[in-house]
């Protein structure tokens, strides 16, 4: 346990931002798994129409600093080309 009162803080604050950042984490999984599970079963239509929830909510995460936003671009790019290159 710290001594001093500004790591008692600090440490208070990393807690709380690890447990925003799990939750936001959790998002970014759920919406990666609901889109491969859209491009996997064929569901074409449901995945194009999901597509901009899914750009919008990786965006967003990437925004906060969860996650990168090179990783959330690579992310949607190989999505979107996935829904692009599928057969309707």
Do not use: C, D, W
Not at 15 to 26: E, F, I, M, W
Not at 60 to 80: E, F, L, M
């Amino acid at each position: 346990m710290p001594n001093i009162k500004s790591a008692v803080r600090r440490v208070r604050k990393s807690r709380k931002q690890a447990s925003v950042n799990r939750s936001r984490k959790s998002k970014y999984k759920l919406a990666v798994k609901q889109m491969t599970m859209y491009l996997n079963s064929g569901k074409i239509k449901e995945a194009k129409s999901f597509l901009p929830k899914f750009h919008s909510q990786l965006m967003k995460i990437a925004k906060t600093g969860t996650i990168n936003k090179k990783t959330a671009s690579r992310k949607i790019s190989r999505i979107a080309n996935k829904i692009k290159n599928s057969k309707i």
